[in-house]
């Protein structure tokens, strides 16, 4: 696997800084030949994925971290990682199954759009020392498509 480019963001945990994360990892992703849909989607994964690290993760404590990383390797590679040093998750089985939350009001669907946009998902976790959601999606070439 070859790197070609990466970005490290630190940024605090204030709400606001979801469309932050959400916008930058777009434009990011968009040196990769993909589509608009597709960005879109990348964008979703990371409005959840900072949403539950501010939510869960902090209590909605806004004077946390929240780190991000994003790749893009072998040109069409896109990974993404997710990081808090909060809370931390018991059963991350169980967090991943799809509806399940652990507040009553929320749908408990993060994972799970997590999930089906990405190729595949890792949630590190352990309680007290906080979570890393690391995950990674390969992008079909749409040059074809540009002659066809
Ligand atoms: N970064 C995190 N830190 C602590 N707990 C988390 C984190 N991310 C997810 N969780 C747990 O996993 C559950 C499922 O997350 P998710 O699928 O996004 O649903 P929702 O955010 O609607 O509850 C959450 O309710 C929470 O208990
Ligand atoms: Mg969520």
Known sequence: M??????????QSLPENVSFARSCVGSFASQIDCTLEEI???KLVVSEAVSNSIIHGYDNRTNEKIFVMVTIADDRC???????????I??????????YSSDETRMGLGFTFMKSFMDDMEVISSPGEGTIVKMRRTFMSHEKEAYA
């Open 2 to 11: 070859s790197i070609k480019n990466y970005v490290r963001l630190e940024f």
């Open 40 to 42: 879109e989607e990348i």
């Open 78 to 88: 896109l990974e993404i990682m997710v990081e808090d040093r909060g809370k931390g």
């Open 90 to 99: 018991a059963d991350v089985k169980q967090a991943m199954e799809p509806t």
